[in-house]
């Protein structure tokens, strides 16, 4: 399984763009990678999801360079709302997976 | 939007008793999931099931804990013999067989006295 490491903390200003990034070097072939959100005392949500390149969706873009060994959740113009937990998991196609979620990395959004 | 649904929201139970904690998954999905998240702590996976066993399970999900799908639609964690460190939120996930977003419900927050 592919470790992965986040910031502990990140703070931002409404309005901002926010970049967290993940490392995960020891990515697989079949690994794709997936950020989910965590609001106090909620279960993770979904955000994005991608194997190589670029994927933007309404919420947010995920920047994965040539060489997988790390990638970037872009969150535009943030809001105080965003202030959550941001995940980074690393996984195969195969479904069934054992999901390690790291510590993650604490977004403060402030006004 | 499908959701995965929890119950109880909330459970308080003495050490020693034993618990069952409810997951209804998204309909149309096949592989099935729980977490815990102790107070502050990161999530932590327990346990995968597809296919009606356990396709992989983490150091935690010792023989304390065991998974059931009872029916076509429950998908069950019962806790034997409760400890004190038992106490933590729960979450249940489900994903399609094709995809990896795993869908979370809103968890069940366990409190053992």
């Known amino acids: 399984l592919a470790k992965t490491t986040q910031p502990i903390s990140m703070d931002s200003y409404e309005g901002q763009e926010v970049n967290i990034t993940c490392s995960h070097n020891n990515i697989a072939t079949n690994d794709y990678i997936t950020w989910y959100q965590q609001f106090p005392s909620q279960g993770p949500r979904f955000i994005i999801q991608g194997y190589k390149t670029k994927v933007t969706n309404e919420v947010a873009s995920l920047f994965i360079p040539a060489d997988r060994k790390s990638s970037t959740l872009s969150l535009p113009r943030v809001s105080l709302s965003d202030t959550a937990v941001y995940y980074c998991l690393v996984g195969d196609m195969t479904g069934g997976f054992k999901t390690i979620f790291g510590a993650g990395t604490r977004l403060f959004v402030k006004a | 939007e499908p959701e995965v649904t929890q119950t109880p929201s909330h459970q308080v139970t003495q050490m020693g008793q034993e618990v069952i904690l409810r997951c209804v998954p998204i309909s149309n999905h096949l592989y099935f999931y729980w977490y815990r998240q102790i107070l502050g702590q990161k999530v932590e996976f327990l346990v995968s099931f597809y296919n009606n066993e356990i396709s992989e399970k983490s150091e935690i999900f010792d023989d304390q804990f065991s998974v059931e799908r009872p029916d076509g639609s429950n998908f069950t964690l019962k806790i034997r013999s409760t400890k004190l460190e038992d106490s933590a939120m729960y979450f249940c996930?489900?994903?399609?067989?094709?995809?990896?977003?795993?869908?979370f419900g809103p968890g069940t927050r366990l409190l053992v006295l």
């Open positions: 996930a489900s994903t399609e067989t094709a995809s990896k977003t795993q869908y």
